[in-house]
Every structure is written in structure tokens, then in C-alpha cells.
């Protein structure tokens, strides 16, 4: 073998991992296209009182966005280590980036409870998994906003299902058996 092929197949492989290797964990890699940020912004309505938190912070899409709208901190959950790296680099380079808190930790491990807004763009297992901790931890009035894949059995209160964008607002009382949100 020659060392173009050699180097391809290592490129391929490094290609791989970086997009599906965290389906260890519950989601592979792929970033929000920009007009559904946009979407998904216009959905959350943050403002300057917002905590935001992003389920899986890739290399930045929603985080960075959720900055720009002014939430006053926003917290980025990134298990794969070459996406943490590429997101602290990131922060460094971001006017607000001081009101970003970066964690490599598992969004499941993660205590939820100080979210005012919840963003997601994950796996249907994942939402599966995220239900019974969303109805244990989130507070009233937070609002989840999920991209491709809805919660199911919560009722939206907006949805945009071209561009499969999902806004949910826990109510104040929401069920803890897995019933209608
Ligand atoms: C589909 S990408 C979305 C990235 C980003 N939120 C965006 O919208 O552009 C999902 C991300 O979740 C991360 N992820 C998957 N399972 C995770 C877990 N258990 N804890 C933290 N991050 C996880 C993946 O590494 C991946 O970067």
C-alpha cells in the first residue's frame, strides 16, 4: 500500500469517528444548518435573563447563537474530546464568549435544573432517554427547543415541521408518569 492510500484511509477513518463516534453516547455529530438556528432562536426568545443550555454543543452552532441573542449565560455539554477543544478555541475568539461555560460531560449526567432554555438536536433514544429527566429536573416555564426529533407526548407550543424544529414551555405542573406534558 502507498502512503496516499494510507493517508486516505486514515483521513476516512478520523472522518468517521469525528461524526459517528459519539453514537457511543447518544448522538453523532452533525452541525445545525444556520436557517434553523435562526428558527430555533426565533423559538426560545432568549433574553438577558436566560440560562441556556445546550444538550450536545458540537462545535458551537447553537451555543454561539444563543450568545449572540444575549442570553446571560449559556452552558455547552460536549462529550467527544475533539469537540470540546475545537469549542474552547471557539470561545476564545467570541466577543461574549466570557458568558460561556463549556463542560466535557454527559448531558444525561448533567443537573438540568438552573436551564431557563433547553436546546436539542439529538437522537429519537436520546429524547426517549432526556423525557424522564426533563420531568424530574426542568422548571416551569423553561422552554426546550428541539431540532429533528420532538419530544414525544409533550405538546408543542409552536412547531415547524418543514423545518422540523419543536418548541416545547414546561407547564407548572407537569405529570412524572410519562403522560400528555
Ligand atoms: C447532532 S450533534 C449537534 C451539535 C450542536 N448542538 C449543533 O446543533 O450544531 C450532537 C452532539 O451531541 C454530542 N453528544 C452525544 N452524546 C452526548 C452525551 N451523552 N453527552 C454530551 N454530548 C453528547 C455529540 O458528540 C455531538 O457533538
Redesign the pocket.
Known amino acids: 500500500m502507498n502512503l496516499w492510500a494510507l493517508l486516505l484511509i486514515i483521513v476516512i477513518l478520523l472522518a468517521m469517528y469525528f461524526m459517528l463516534g459519539?453514537f457511543l453516547?447518544?448522538?453523532?455529530?452533525?452541525?445545525?444548518p444556520a436557517s434553523v438556528v435562526r428558527r430555533m432562536m426565533g423559538m426560545a426568545r432568549i433574553g438577558p435573563k436566560d440560562r441556556v443550555y445546550?444538550l450536545?454543543?458540537?462545535?458551537g452552532?447553537?451555543v454561539f447563537a444563543a450568545l449572540d441573542e444575549g442570553a446571560a449565560s449559556v452552558v455547552g455539554?460536549?462529550?467527544?474530546p475533539l469537540?470540546a477543544l475545537i469549542l474552547r478555541w471557539r470561545r476564545g475568539r467570541h466577543a461574549r464568549g466570557d458568558r460561556l461555560e463549556l463542560r466535557r460531560?454527559?448531558?444525561?449526567k448533567t443537573d438540568l435544573r438552573e436551564a431557563t432554555v433547553i436546546?436539542a438536536?439529538?437522537w429519537p433514544g436520546?429524547m426517549r432517554r432526556l423525557d424522564e429527566k426533563f420531568r424530574a429536573e426542568l422548571r416551569p416555564g423553561t422552554r426546550v427547543i428541539s431540532?429533528w426529533h420532538p419530544l414525544e407526548g409533550w405538546k408543542a407550543f409552536e412547531e415547524d415541521r418543514k423545518m422540523r424544529v419543536y418548541g416545547y414551555e414546561v407547564p407548572s405542573s407537569l405529570p412524572s408518569d410519562g403522560t400528555s406534558a
Open positions: 459519539s453516547w447518544g448522538a453523532g455529530y452533525q452541525p445545525t445546550d450536545g454543543a458540537g462545535t452552532a447553537l455539554l460536549e462529550i467527544e469537540r460531560e454527559d448531558l444525561f436546546l438536536f439529538l436520546a431540532y
